[in-house]
């Protein structure tokens, strides 16, 4: 019979993971910056110094309100693929940042190099998502896991209502009806709000802090950010996440044998656009012999992106 450890369950600090959810014009990225904005003041007040990161999809919007708040900035163009998401995760971790606003991440599913586009590249099925799957899980992961507090905005599905205003005048609202995303992401977060086109007020649809789910209709401020921290220090320590995750050998071994798999389908030396995208990264054109797992990465992409055309 197995044998498990029970032990007495204790609140532990938290890294929060906010979601904020709105069609465009709906005030998403300045309420994230807002609440951010907030965390970072409280958490100043407990010792620790630290500067928002924006990870930026929207091009030059991402600059937009950067005389009203103090952050730092990277543009993040295409492919929006999972890994490069979880790359840039990674990457504002070690470079010390506590606080990031990721504007935005339905890229990641619906833009180009994004998970639909993956799925088509690889074949289009339903039994090609077994390919794609994966990746998204492990950006899911790099966001439940990582030790920073995430705000992460989501395009609203856009639909519409006709409306009647006081005079009697007809006119036409613009509605968030879930998430450009894959059905079910706005759950992966500790706290998700719906934030109104028209108004920028923000319903939580789901809190698992509390600390906002008798409220009603919000306009977010810094104070809600510090409200966050407040309930996420409230704990005794960090937990640190136990999951059966592959060695870096085998994951490196796999994403080699998908590369090789790809060249040989796409014809191998014979086929020239394939070598002139594999040869610059690996001169005898064999991908065993890279040893980089981001290289790894990037040359899959670009071999699928080729495969696609």
């Not at 339905?106 to 794609?132: F, I, T």
């Not at 492990?138 to 009647?164: C, N, W």
Request: hydrophobic residues 35%; negative net charge; charged residues 25%.
């Amino acid at each position: 019979m197995a044998q498990f450890n029970i032990q007495k369950a204790k609140r532990e600090k938290i890294w929060a993971k906010i979601a904020l959810m709105a069609p465009s014009g709906g005030g998403k990225t300045y309420s994230g910056l807002r609440l951010l904005s907030g965390m970072r003041e409280e958490l100043k007040k407990i010792g620790v110094e630290t500067k928002i990161l924006m990870l930026n999809t929207e091009s030059s919007r991402g600059r937009y309100y950067a005389n009203e708040f103090d952050y730092d900035i990277i543009d993040m163009g295409a492919p929006h693929s999972p890994q490069n998401y979880v790359d840039a995760i990674e990457y504002a971790v070690e470079q010390g940042y506590k606080l990031l606003l990721m504007d935005s991440t339905s890229p990641e599913w619906e833009g180009k190099g994004g998970c639909l586009e993956l799925h088509v590249r690889a074949g289009g099925r339903y039994q090609d998502w077994s390919k794609v799957t994966p990746l998204h899980d492990g950006f899911l992961v790099a966001i439940a896991d990582s030790p920073i507090h995430i705000v992460a905005t989501m395009r609203g599905k856009d639909q519409y209502e006709i409306t009647k205003t006081e005079t009697g005048k007809m006119g036409v609202k613009k509605l968030g009806v879930g998430a450009k995303q894959r059905s079910g992401f706005e759950y992966e977060f500790t706290s998700t709000f719906n934030i109104d086109q028209s108004t920028s007020m923000a319903t939580p649809q789901k809190d698992n802090t509390h600390l906002f789910e008798h409220e009603g209709d919000m306009l977010l401020t810094e104070k809600h950010g510090q409200k966050i921290i407040q309930w996420a220090n409230s704990g005794e320590g960090y937990t640190i996440p136990v999951r059966n995750m592959k060695s870096d050998k085998e994951v490196m071994k796999e994403k080699q044998t998908e590369i090789v798999n790809l060249c040989i389908e796409l014809g191998a030396r014979d086929n020239k656009e394939l070598m002139a995208i594999l040869e610059p990264v690996e001169p005898s054109g064999n991908p065993n012999n890279i040893k980089d797992i981001k290289v790894l990465n990037k040359l899959f992409d670009d071999i699928q992106a080729l495969k696609g055309e």
